[in-house]
């Protein structure tokens, strides 16, 4: 395949947002690699993964961007959100300041993103129901506020992480088709993010 072959491909983005220590990046690497561990680094700044997938028959790159939750970070966060089609929110059912902030976070998607962008809200850390405090209902009822679908999910079981994550690509890929491309889209900054190694 040549170069200009891999460049022309339609650039699917989406970003995993949500405070420090959530599980975002260890959901991406249960989604990527079918696997979890105690030994991931918190992330600093903004790293992704890269994927390939078909849709109707179309290969589509797929980018997976995970950013970091730390206020210090927010500002660099935002440029991000630009060309993205699709925002998962990630909250951990055992924090509640976590829960409190998901609205500020979806106020930061209104902030810089085009109005017709896919979002879905994670409740992660299912698999730690002892520790629970905030209900599924709970959950629910933010995500129907903010007009995202919620799932329940297990960064370490896997539980709901593939449904959570085809999910949101397939809406974003809907949208990538309805409203096209944003203005260079296929433009992206390498410098402040690292490359993960590509999801299989």
């Not at 997938?53 to 790159?61: A, L, P, Y």
């Not at 929110?89 to 085009?114: A, R």
Request: proline share 2%; charged share 30%.
């Amino acid at each position: 395949m040549t170069q200009k072959e891999k460049t022309t491909k339609p650039l699917l983005k989406m970003l995993l947002i949500g405070n420090s220590q959530v599980g975002k990046s260890c959901l991406l690497k249960m989604f990527c690699d079918h696997e979890f561990s105690f030994d991931v680094i918190s992330t600093v700044g903004v790293d992704f993964r890269n994927m390939e997938r078909d849709f109707d028959g179309e290969t589509v790159k797929v980018q997976i961007w995970d950013t970091a939750g730390q206020e210090k970070f927010r500002t660099i966060t935002s440029n991000y959100y630009r060309n993205a089609q699709g925002v998962a929110v990630v909250y951990d059912v055992t924090n509640e300041e976590s829960f409190n902030q998901v609205n500020v976070w979806f106020e930061e998607i209104k902030k810089n993103s085009p109005e017709y962008i896919s979002t879905v809200l994670l409740g992660n850390k299912v698999d730690l129901e002892d520790e629970r405090v905030i209900t599924k209902e709970q959950g629910e009822n933010l995500a129907k506020k903010n007009n995202c679908q919620y799932f329940e999910v297990s960064a370490k079981s896997g539980a709901n992480v593939d449904s959570a994550f085809n999910k949101l690509m397939n809406s974003s890929y809907e949208k990538l088709k309805k409203f096209g491309k944003p203005k260079n889209s296929n433009t992206v900054n390498f410098q402040k993010g690292k490359e993960k190694k590509s999801c299989c």
